[in-house]
């Protein structure tokens, strides 16, 4: 009788926001903890914050308890894109002349992350011989003409009632802006990673550039169904994290391969239909509520 082989063990465990889906991709080679919305910062509004203690869903402290129950020997924690992309915009519409400008909200989100890892992490990770490699917040990608749609689309998820427009925030937010912020976030986490032997920081900013345009992302990377959306296609990424990630480098030649690609490019294609009938589905939806009858 032959025995149903077990499944292979994780080479990575990831814990992250939504950023993090793209690894799904690769199935069991990465095992995947997800905390949509999870803010490194854990602003009042969200209360999601990794430093948290008085969150509502406690993610810095189920993430450590992941963490010391499985104690993996590689780890990669992805945080710190949705307080760039989403709750920046988040607190320029809620608090007007109160909001942080650019400069401050980075800083206080890098504190935050920084004092969450300094803590609950860097201890741990020390005495267990766990290597904990820090993901690089994603450039932006939403153009200025569509961030208003982009801020009240995922703005609304959390059930927030109407909030100002961005044409009368008190501090800048166009992509240059939104450009230095993510800039400025990697290099004080890069700093902070330095003085770590446990941490490193994974950086696949400049292999995403477009060529013709160094302040945008290549479109190829960016999703020309839906303007709105604040994430990188998974995709034409996935490539690019595994060859910057040692735990992952293995795999990077079978991605390379023209299977690999072939297989890419149609999970790409599948992703683009689904996404045009999700959106006609919610102008369907929208047309239905605005209607006379």
């Known amino acids: 009788m032959n025995l149903p082989s077990p499944p292979p063990s994780p080479v990575l465990y990831l814990h992250g926001d939504s950023f993090a889906s793209v690894f799904s991709l690769l199935g069991p080679t990465v095992k ?8 490194a910062r854990g602003e009042p509004l969200f209360a999601q914050g990794l430093d948290k203690v008085d969150s509502k869903l406690g993610i810095g402290e189920q993430l450590v308890a992941r963490l010391e129950s499985a104690r993996p020997s590689d780890v990669l924690l992805q945080f710190g894109a949705v307080d760039l992309h989403i709750n920046y915009l988040w607190q320029l519409k809620a608090r007007g002349r109160e909001a942080s400008d650019p400069q401050e909200w980075v800083q206080k989100v890098a504190n935050d992350y920084s ?10 990770a020390t005495r267990s011989g766990i290597k904990v490699y ?14 208003e749609a982009a801020a009240e689309k995922y703005i609304s998820k959390n059930g927030v009632v109407p909030l100002m ?10 992509l240059a802006t939104r450009s230095a912020m993510v800039h ?12 770590h032997d446990c941490l490193s920081l994974v950086d696949i900013s400049r292999h995403l550039g477009d060529p013709r345009d160094a302040t945008r992302v290549a479109s190829e990377f960016v999703d020309q169904i839906d303007p709105t959306n604040v994430h990188l296609l998974w995709e034409p990424t996935l490539p690019h994290w595994v060859r910057a990630l040692p735990p992952l480098a293995h795999l990077a030649p079978s991605l390379a391969s023209p299977e690999a690609a072939e297989r890419l490019a ?22 239905g509520v605005g209607g006379t009858g």
């Open 32 to 39: 995947v903890f997800k905390y949509k919305g999870a803010s």
């Open 115 to 124: 004092a969450f890892l300094t803590s609950q992490v860097v201890p741990f």
């Open 134 to 147: 820090i993901a690089a917040a994603s450039p932006p990608v939403v153009e200025d003409s569509y961030l």
């Open 165 to 174: 427009p961005l044409c009368l925030a008190a501090h800048p937010h166009n």
């Open 184 to 195: 400025r976030f990697n290099a004080l986490l890069g700093a902070f990673c330095a003085m």
């Open 266 to 287: 149609r999970g790409k294609v599948v992703f683009e239909r689904e996404k045009r009938e999700r959106m006609r589905m919610r102008e369907r939806e929208w047309a």
